[in-house]
Structures are given as C-alpha cells and as structure tokens.
C-alpha cells in the first residue's frame, strides 16, 4: 500500500541490543574535488556508479565559524545528493551541540553486510537496510530528540530556568508517560534508494533531513550549489530588512523556474514520505497516506513537473485548499522558483476556507472591541467586582528583564509580565475582585511555554498532554508557575483556590495556544468558558523542506490533548463554551458582561 508505514520488530532489531563504538570521522574542511569512483560494483539487484563533490554547508549564517565542508554523493549520473553515514552521523551530533546545546549527544554507527545500526547515547538505536530499503527504530521519537529529555520532551519537557535553579515555571513530574511502537518506514514504497557500495553505506540528504532533523525544527535546503541549515523556520532567510546574506547565497542563481526530472520526482515522493511521517492531522482529514491523495485531488502530475514554479504554485494550493489548516502554510517557495510569479498567485489565490474564515471573524472583532473601547483595551483591566487579563498573543517572557530583580508594571507587554502584575491585583489586600476574566477573544496562539504559565496562574498544577498518533508515544507534564517571583512554587502563584470565580473569553479566533488554554480550562471544571467555540489547532508547529528547496510549516505529529479516564482526546476541534454569547458587541460591552456574570449565579 503506498504511504504505509509499516509497524514491526525486525529481525535486525533484536539482535542490535548491543552495538560497537563509535567508528565516526569528524567534518573536517577540504578544498572542492570532483572524483569518480574507479570500479562500478554490482549487486543482483543494484549497479551504481557513485560521485563525489565536495560542498560547502552554512549552519544558519554565513560567519566563518558556522562554514564548513563536507561531500555529498551522486549515483549514475542524477543529480539527487546523497551523504555517508558517518557524515549523517557528525553532522547529527553537531546540530544537536548547535540547537540545542546538547553536549552529552552522540551517535555510534556499526555496519552488518546490508545492515547498519545507529546507536544514541540515551540507548535508543535504529537500524538501515540498505538492501530492503527500511528504516526501522526502536522508538522513533526517542531516537530522534536532540534534547537529552524523554520523547516529547520538544514539546513539553520545558523549564524557563534550568534543574537547579527553576526561573518562573517548573516542571514537577512526568506522568502516563508510553514510548511509541517500534517501527519500520518502508522508503521502497516512495521510490527512495538507500545505497550500500563497497563498506559505504549512503543516504539521501532530503531524507536525513525529514527523518533526523525535522521533527525538532531542523531543516536542509540544496540549491545545487551549497548546503543550507535552517531552524525553527525561515528567520535566517529572511527578516524583518529583507533577505539576509544566508538567504541571499541560498537564492544564488536560482529563479529560472526549471529543475531536472530526477529532482521533482524525488522531491515530490520524498515529500509524500515526510508528509506521511510527520503530519500530525492525518486522521482528522481523512488521509490514508499522501501520494494517494495527490493522485485522488489530481496534483500529482504538477509536482512531478520540471517546472518548479508551477510546483511551488500547486504546493500553495494543496496546503490552503485541501489541508486548509490554520497552521500549514507554504513558508517560502524553491530557490528554482520565480519569487514574483509564486507572490502573485499567493496574493490573488489568498488562503483557504479556514484562513479567510479567520480574517473574517478577526475584523469584525477587531472593529467591535475598537469600537466599544475607543482608547484600546488594557491588558489589566477592573470594572466594579471584576477584573480583566486581556492579551491577543502568548509572548514569551521578556529576556531583558528579570522579574526577580524588577516587579512587573502594568506596562508589561509579555505573557508572563501582564499575567504577574495582574494577579498581584487581583490577590492584593482589599482586593474587590470577585470575578477573573482572561480574554483571549481575538488570541492567535504563540509560545506554548507562556501558555503553560498562564494555566498554572489559573489552575495551579498545568497538566498538559502530547501525544504522536502515527507512532503512539504520548507524554503527560505537571508544571506549577512562580507569578509572585518569590523563587517558590505553591499555592501562593495561583488564582485556584482563592474563591474567584474564573472564565475564560473565548471565540472562534482563539487558535493554538489561545485553543490549548480554553481547552485545559474545560477538563479542569475550574474555569468556565464564555462566548464561542474556539477555533481549535490542536498541534506544535514544525517545518519540512523539500528536496526541490521548499519550505512548509505544518502541524506536525505532536498533538496536544487532554486526558479523561486515562484516555487522551484531541484538542483540535476546540473547546465548546460552559455559557454562549452570541452577539460580538456582548463580548466587548465590559459593563454589560460584569453584569451579566453576577447574574450567573
């Protein structure tokens, strides 16, 4: 079945418990050669004749200490780059240094005739069949966290401080904490060649990109010319002023919209594989696996075009108008690509349903609240017995301020800083306040480590929960938040238990994190949601590249959930309110809304 991936204890698997020491050579900088392997080997199944080119790669800038060399290798001719595995192997090592400053990673590589093992430090290994074509892993998301934390831990094994010295939020406990299954993924059903010549074993770079690095944010880009590592999305391409130098060197004699036929038909089914692996909302929209709907909605062909802008063209359309989910999104479109066509298709096709849904929903809200509040709306707010924490992002915390040092003002822009101040309001002798409304009406999302914060201010324990569908590992978190900057972490930072009554704005823009909350709010029975059901995203956000040099943002395979019965639920529906309010202006109206919630109860 195309798009399957396979779930299996291999043979190869049982008998790697035990593997040897590293045999590794550290990237080292070498002039540009070109060399031709002298002698073709020969397998029953497989002839290749392999080249090799030395490239330079940039590790998100161009400074010197960030430029190095290493070679990437061409089989029979084609133009799709491969790397050695003990290149695979350093160069994983240092992107987890560089990333995440994770100085205790490593990575040992053993070779077995076809087989090759890959052994981390934290115990967890994979093994390559080269002949077969699989990879399989004893557990996928352990394997492939460059964090030195449990699987999931990207996602929600976070401190603002560090073991010793907990800053504003810690992290108490890891609970109904399941390591995924082991599991094979068939790369022979995506037409991905994994090369075995001689003792050197060969993988695609595309493919060690979407396999290794994906899954915490880590991405590869190839212009035929160098190597480009981005993280945690195009920042390093683009900002702000413009194209920085990195991005420049990336779009280095690109544009000419034309890419080879070997290239868009491994990008294209490479791409179906690392869709196929790392979306996280495949059962939600019905997927049986990626290239199967490309052919059902009639996209194939585009993609396998040489043609790179009608590619990225089709590749804006299959996100907006199929996927249509809030947080994919092509991201920036091939280096080959025609920047200014791929701009004006974007801007005459617009997004999908749910996005022009949104920006709807966004302005009319938007003008409402600006109407009824003419000189803008606090982000701390009383009105007779109640008071009002508003924000329309979660921000992270403000690094150039310590709040141990200096006490948050009402002019605090970050998530933290407003929900500091405010509960210091609130809590303060004589306090009139009896009603607590967080507003989070027209809240996009943001960091999920301030919107952890913010359910900790409010519940006192945060339990959040992620889970990965498409391997069944899932993990759940206790997190208590330090809001009176007291360096204690108890009952004393909490709105629970205080006798407020405590809600929770919500509509359908509440997206993300602005969905996370509302949606911890209604498991908790401790918070009651008003207004309207928010708008869901139930996912982390991760970034794929395409071998054609693409880059997507899309809901990866970490989705948050709530847990009931020792069962976990999708949050990406969202979070029906306890109490509706159907008319926009009632939302807005503040002395109109204190009223109607004394009449509550």
Same mark, same amino acid.
């Given at each position: 079945m195309i798009g399957k991936i396979r779930k299996f204890i291999s043979t190869a698997l049982a008998c790697s418990v035990i593997l040897c020491s590293t045999l590794t050579a550290p990237l080292t900088a070498s002039a540009d050669t070109t060399t031709t392997a002298s002698v073709t080997e020969s397998t029953e199944k497989k002839t290749y004749k392999i080249t090799k080119k030395n490239f330079t790669w940039y590790l998100y800038d161009t400074e010197k200490d960030h430029k190095f060399k290493v070679p990437l290798y061409f089989m029979n001719g084609s133009d799709v780059p491969y790397m050695k595995i003990e290149d695979c192997a350093d160069l994983y090592k240092r992107c987890a240094y560089e990333f995440f400053n994770n100085t205790d990673f490593d990575i040992t590589v053993e070779k077995n005739d076809d087989i090759v093992f890959l052994k981390r430090e934290n115990g967890y290994f994979m093994c390559i069949d080269s002949e077969k074509d699989l990879f399989s892993f004893l557990d996928f998301d352990a394997f492939v966290n460059m964090t030195n934390d449990s699987p999931l831990s990207f996602a929600l094994g976070i401190d603002l401080g560090d073991e010793n010295s907990p800053k504003y939020l810690k992290k108490l406990s890891t609970s109904n904490l399941r390591y995924g299954d082991i599991i094979s993924l068939d790369l022979s059903e995506y037409n991905i060649d994994l090369v075995r010549k001689g003792k050197n074993y060969y993988i695609p770079l595309q493919t060690f990109s979407d396999v290794f690095l994906a899954s915490t944010m880590v991405n590869i880009l190839y212009n035929g010319k160098a190597v480009f590592i981005i993280g945690g999305g195009i920042s390093c391409i683009y900002d702000s002023d413009g194209y920085t130098d990195f991005g420049s060197k990336y779009l280095s004699g690109g544009g000419t919209g034309k890419i080879s036929k070997t290239m868009a038909e491994f990008s294209y089914n490479e791409m179906c594989f690392a869709l196929d692996l790392i979306y996280g909302l495949k059962e939600e929209h019905n997927i049986k696996d990626f290239r199967t709907l490309m052919q059902q909605i009639g996209y194939e062909n585009a993609f396998l075009s040489t %043609?790179? /802008?009608?590619? #990225?063209?089709?590749?804006?359309d299959f996100i907006h108008n199929e996927l249509d989910d809030q947080h994919t999104t092509l991201l920036h479109p091939s280096y080959a690509s025609d920047l200014n066509s791929i701009k004006t298709h974007v801007n005459k096709k617009g997004g999908g349903h749910s996005l022009k849904t949104l920006?709807?929903?966004?302005?009319?809200? !938007?003008?409402?609240? @600006?109407?009824?509040?003419?000189?803008?709306?606090?982000?701390?707010?009383?009105?007779? @017995?109640?008071?009002?924490?508003?924000?329309?992002?979660?921000?992270?915390?403000? &690094?150039?301020?310590?709040?141990? +040092? /200096?006490?948050p003002t009402a002019d605090a822009k970050d998530t933290i800083g407003i929900i500091a101040y405010s509960i210091r309001q609130i809590l303060r002798e004589n306090s009139p306040i009896e009603n607590v409304v967080l507003d989070l009406s027209v809240n996009e999302g943001?960091?999920?480590i301030s919107a952890i914060y913010v359910l900790s201010a409010f519940l006192g324990t945060a339990s959040v929960c992620a889970e990965n569908p498409n391997t069944g590992a899932l993990v759940t978190y206790d997190y208590m938040a330090d809001? %009176?900057?007291?360096? +204690?972490?108890? !009952?004393? #930072? /909490?709105?629970a238990g205080k006798g407020l009554n405590l809600y929770c704005l919500e509509s359908g823009i509440s997206f993300s994190c602005g969905n996370l909350v509302p949606s911890m709010f209604k498991e908790s029975g401790k918070v009651t949601l008003l207004g309207q059901t928010s708008g869901?995203?139930?996912?982390?956000? /991760?970034?794929? !590249?395409?071998?054609?040099?693409?880059?997507?943002?899309? &809901?990866?395979?970490?989705r948050f959930s709530f847990m009931k019965n020792g069962s976990f639920y999708s949050i990406d529906r969202g979070a029906a309110p306890d109490v509706a309010i159907t008319k926009t202006e009632h939302f807005y109206d503040r002395p109109v809304l204190v009223e109607f919630i004394n009449g509550l109860f």
């Open positions: %043609n790179q /802008t009608r590619s #990225d063209k089709r590749l804006f920006d709807e929903k966004i302005t009319e809200y !938007s003008a409402v609240r @600006n109407e009824l509040n003419p000189d803008g709306v606090p982000a701390y707010q009383e009105i007779g @017995n109640t008071a009002f924490i508003t924000f329309d992002t979660f921000e992270i915390f403000n &690094s150039d301020v310590d709040y141990y +040092k /200096t006490a943001g960091a999920i809001t %009176n900057f007291d360096g +204690k972490f108890d !009952s004393q #930072d /909490t709105l869901g995203g139930g996912c982390m956000v /991760t970034y794929l !590249s395409t071998a054609a040099g693409s880059v997507i943002q899309l &809901s990866s395979s970490v």
